[in-house]
């Protein structure tokens, strides 16, 4: 079998992995990383149906599921960790009950939105990192956490068309473990901070490398002096640079003022030099689903249907009436809500508790379909790797609107 | 079957010019009043004007750099909503409106099909995702090569022509293009590079290799291979004074093998003048004419607000400080392409934007073959397609034109020959340059006419004293023989295609793509490729494969 079986376990959507089947669960036998290896290891989904946590025909727990969002007024639909044509599915169904979505890495993704929409980005992708980038900055703490190859992929290439083998990293922010030791034989510097919070040492180094003069007379102690002085260098003697953060791995406090400043940092380095950026984040369907909002709504995040009409108000899940919640890649149960709940996914965490539960497949294993990486430029084919007749969480909620 | 009955019908591929006929609709084609055995259906349309569906050759409508417009456009997604209703979907967004809205408002303005024409390789699983969400209109899209890193090796290395082709073929066909566009051809990758300005004979810094360099292999690729639609060429130095000498050298380095130059208008300046701006329409205009071997879509501007979106980051780069509202966005791709996104306002009283204005129509008025010139407005980077109703009234009635022509900077007025040029075009014409002209470059040949056989896309206006307001409001559109518009509102969903060519290519090629692509490329050789069921299974869109020459 060739290694060609596409990750949806984070967006990264590494594509030269090798699954094979064992026991309940599948195996990955090339390229996996750990989150990999536990997404692929589940076990294999729930076949039957529940309505009140009592086994039923699906039949029956989709019209009620039906009848449940007919009922509701403010429906919310949640997670929505599904693929694009569950996504597109979802946007389907929420049109016609006035619902609206909400994606569960939204939180995240609205810091690193706001900042693109009010005022743009230079941006790159995997590919450009990994052939181009001499130079790479993270910004923040255990920035690829979440995205465990990233830096296999993008900073440790076997073969690159323009960087050399050693790279010059930069690490505002406190590197992880692993980290450290994947960016074994690259020169690194990093400034960690205890204290001082990193919106605080981002803008020091962004006056640091526009304003030469500043550094030298600033007064700041030695080594942090040492530090940025290392940084200024890098980044001013960088071909190509790429500065690379992940919204969920930024404080949720600074995130929109970190994120801001990356932004304005990358416009004052354009002028004279090539330096973009990119962002790490959108898991579980979170990347697809801004894009499939964007183009079939108008709207990236927060879209909320009243009377079929999309805006991007955003969305009080405290407000909901009924909650139906899309898990497909992880057990993530919904968020406890007095009220309906309906839960389409692969695993029954809280499904005993719902009030209707869809068993669904998880794309990628059990059906196809599409995802979106994220640098939000490529798309990339899902496979099906096992047949359990589990259906897709696309094909569940178009039977719900069938039914509406 | 259906029968229309009685139309004036301006079908300039059959040489038809305002004829009263009656036309027969079987299975949703055209077919001869022979081959009629029992009429269902008869509309009446006495004293109605009947052409093809509209095609639009160049409208960025689906991919990547779409919603990235999208997402900076967010005040004009706010402003502009519209609701579902049991037949329509939902949408925003008048400048980039979202994915159906463009395809009911296309609809609506009587247009049948549109092309995208910048699809990038690695994005165009995207590019048709959205297409697929776009209905109403049959799509097709241009896949961007010039700036590919693959193609650049292959060339820096002096490859065999053959191979160059042998790559282009493969590309058209795992991208399921309709055709290739080139973009500021090695300039996109020049731009990562840090060169902020590239010439037609001037160096990549890295490959060596000029833009002409890159032009010529691809023109000849697309000749040998038989693709209908010839290089879709966005030319150097987009919008830069003195750039008409470029164009005009662009059209000079085809050689006479054929060539698609595109928005044409943003390649037309010169830099006389106190303002160094100056239109240089007249000597682009008539290299047009003396290049037979030429099309040309003209990219029109209108004054508002619009957002730019381009491959071409190095001159989208510069343009960014007249961004407004001033945010923009510059994404480098790949080691393929990239794109820019740069939301604009064209004013009439700004003395470049009004000579700009100047500029498009008079490559619409002095060129004099309307076969090979086109109806655009780059969509949405000179103006959103829902101002060709206007821009038909501005080349059809000399009076309008020349009264928006006095309202506008008075110095640009004076520095354009716009006023005295006494041209109209007349129905017929239009019918040209909207419907027969971008089928017949497109190798369409079921679209575009309304001969036996043809398609039955067609539309039909009530004629009205404001030639605007009849364009803007067919009464009837008919796809594939199906009344989807009545009164200038969708009325039905129709079923819709993607158009493809798929030119051989030796299977070899794959070989060493194969091995490029595991060691450089992101993502697997196997899962860049769209299979015909892929494609098909994002909205049940038929494949519609065309034949190369
Ligand atoms: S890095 Fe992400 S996509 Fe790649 S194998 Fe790990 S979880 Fe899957
Ligand atoms: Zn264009």
Redesign the pocket.
């Known amino acids: 079998m060739t290694a060609t079986v596409t ?1 949806p ?2 967006s ?3 594509d030269d ?1 090798s699954v094979r089947a064992s026991g309940s669960g599948l195996t990955v036998s090339a ?3 750990q ?2 290896r536990q ?1 692929f290891g589940l076990p294999a989904p729930a076949t039957e149906a529940r309505i009140a946590g009592v086994v039923a025909p699906l039949e029956r727990a989709v019209t009620r599921a039906a009848q449940l969002l007919q009922k509701s007024r403010k429906a919310l639909l949640g997670g929505l960790g599904t693929d694009v044509n569950g996504l597109r599915a979802a946007l389907r169904l929420a049109e016609r009950t006035d619902a609206a979505l909400w994606h569960e890495q939204e939180p995240y993704a609205r810091q690193n939105l706001k900042a693109l929409q009010s005022r743009g980005g230079i941006m790159t992708t995997l590919g450009e990192v990994k052939n181009r980038a001499d130079t790479v900055l993270f910004i923040g703490n255990n920035v690829t956490d979440n ?3 990233f830096i296999e992929r993008c900073i440790n290439p076997a073969h690159a068309l323009f960087a050399g083998k050693h790279r010059k990293l930069g690490y505002l922010g406190k590197p992880g473990r692993t980290e450290l030791a994947d960016c074994e034989g690259h020169e690194l510097v990093t400034l960690t901070d205890q204290g001082n919070g990193l919106a605080n040492h981002l803008a020091l180094l962004r006056a640091a490398l526009t304003q030469p003069q500043w550094l030298a007379a600033a007064e700041l102690p030695a080594p942090k002096r040492n530090k940025l002085k290392q940084l200024v260098d890098m980044v001013g003697n960088a071909q190509y640079g790429a500065l690379v953060w992940s919204p969920a791995a930024l404080p949720q406090d600074q995130a929109d003022l970190i994120i801001h400043a990356c932004l304005d940092l990358l416009r004052d380095l354009n002028v004279k030099q090539r330096f973009a950026g990119l962002s790490l984040g959108g898991n579980n369907g979170g990347v697809s689903w801004q894009s499939v909002a964007t183009w079939q709504t108008g709207f990236p995040a927060g879209v909320n249907f009243t009377n079929g009409r999309p805006s991007a108000n955003g969305v009080q899940a405290a407000d909901a009436d009924c909650l139906l919640w899309v898990s497909g890649f992880n057990r993530q149960p919904p968020p406890a809500l007095a009220v309906p709940t309906i839960i389409l996914s692969p695993h029954q965490a809280g499904a005993s508790a719902a009030d209707v539960y869809l068993p669904t497949g998880v794309p990628g294993i059990d059906h196809g379909g599409n995802l979106f990486r994220t640098d939000g430029v490529i798309a990339l084919p899902l496979q099906k790797l096992r047949d359990r007749g589990a259906p897709s969480a696309a094909e569940v909620i178009e039977q719900i609107v069938e039914r509406l | 079957m259906i029968k229309l009955a009685g139309g004036k019908v301006y079908d300039p591929a059959n040489g038809v010019d305002g004829r009263i006929m009656d036309l027969y609709i079987k299975d949703g084609q055209l077919v001869a009043a022979s081959a009629v055995d029992k009429v269902q259906q008869v509309i009446d349309l006495s004293g109605r004007i009947v052409m093809p569906g509209g095609i639009d050759i160049h409208t960025h409508i689906g991919g990547g750099k779409v919603s990235i417009a999208r997402l900076l456009m967010a005040e004009d997604h706010n402003a502009h909503v519209t609701g579902a209703d049991d037949l329509l979907r939902s949408g925003s967004g008048a400048i980039a409106p979202s994915s159906f809205i463009t395809g009911y408002r296309y609809a609506e303005m009587g247009y049948t099909a549109c092309f995208e024409p910048a699809m990038m390789p690695v994005n165009a699983r995207q590019s048709h995702l959205e297409m697929a969400d776009t209905p109403m209109l049959d799509t097709g899209a241009y896949v961007l090569l010039g700036n590919d890193d693959f193609l650049l090796r292959l060339l820096q290395q002096k490859k065999d022509q053959q191979l160059i082709n042998d790559y282009v073929a493969w590309m058209i066909r795992a991208t399921r293009a309709l055709g290739v566009k080139v973009v500021n051809p090695g300039g996109i990758s020049a731009f990562k590079f840090n060169q902020r300005k590239l010439d037609l004979d001037e160096r990549n810094k890295y490959y060596g290799l000029t833009p002409r360099d890159v032009l010529s292999p691809l023109l000849e690729a697309l000749d040998t291979l038989g693709v209908p639609h010839p290089l879709h060429v966005h030319a150097c130095n987009l919008g830069v004074p003195g750039n008409f000498q470029t164009t005009l050298d662009t059209i000079a380095a085809a050689e006479g093998r054929p060539m698609h130059v595109t928005h044409v208008q943003f390649h037309s300046y010169g830099q006389e003048g106190d303002r160094k701006f100056s239109s240089a329409a007249a000597p682009i205009a008539e290299a047009v004419n003396r290049h037979k071997n030429l099309s040309i879509d003209v990219g029109q501007i209108m004054f508002g607000q619009t957002v730019t979106a381009s491959a071409d980051t190095m001159l989208q780069y510069k343009g960014h400080i007249h961004a407004h509202p001033h945010k923009w966005t510059c994404m480098d791709i790949e080691c393929e392409a990239g794109c820019g996104v740069v939301p604009f306002r064209y004013r009439d009283k700004n003395f470049v934007n009004a000579l700009q204005w100047c500029i498009g129509l008079e490559i619409f008025l002095l060129t004099d073959d309307p076969w090979r010139v086109f109806l655009t407005t780059d969509h949405p980077n000179g103006a959103p397609f829902t101002s060709y109703p206007h821009l038909i009234k501005l080349l059809m009635d000399r009076s309008f034109r020349n009264d928006v022509l006095g309202t506008i900077n008075p110095a640009a007025a004076g520095a354009s020959t716009l006023g005295s040029i006494e041209r109209e075009y007349s129905l017929y014409e239009i019918a040209v340059i909207t419907r027969a002209a971008p089928a017949r470059s497109l190798g369409l040949q079921d679209l575009g006419h309304l001969g036996n056989g043809a398609t039955a896309d067609i539309t039909v206006y009530q004629p009205d004293d404001d030639i605007e307001t009849m364009f803007a409001h067919p009464q009837y559109v008919f796809k594939r023989g199906e009344m989807c518009v009545r009164n200038g509102r969708v009325c039905a969903i129709p079923t819709t295609s993607t158009h493809v060519v798929e030119p051989d290519c030796d299977p070899g090629i794959e070989r060493s793509l194969k091995r490029y692509f595991d060691r450089y490329m992101s993502m697997n050789l196997e899962n860049f490729k769209i299979s015909r069921e892929e494609l098909e299974g994002y909205n049940q869109h038929s494949l519609l494969v065309h034949d190369c020459r």
């Open positions: 990750c376990f984070c990264l959507l590494c992995l390229n996996a990383c989150r990999a997404g995205h465990p190859r």
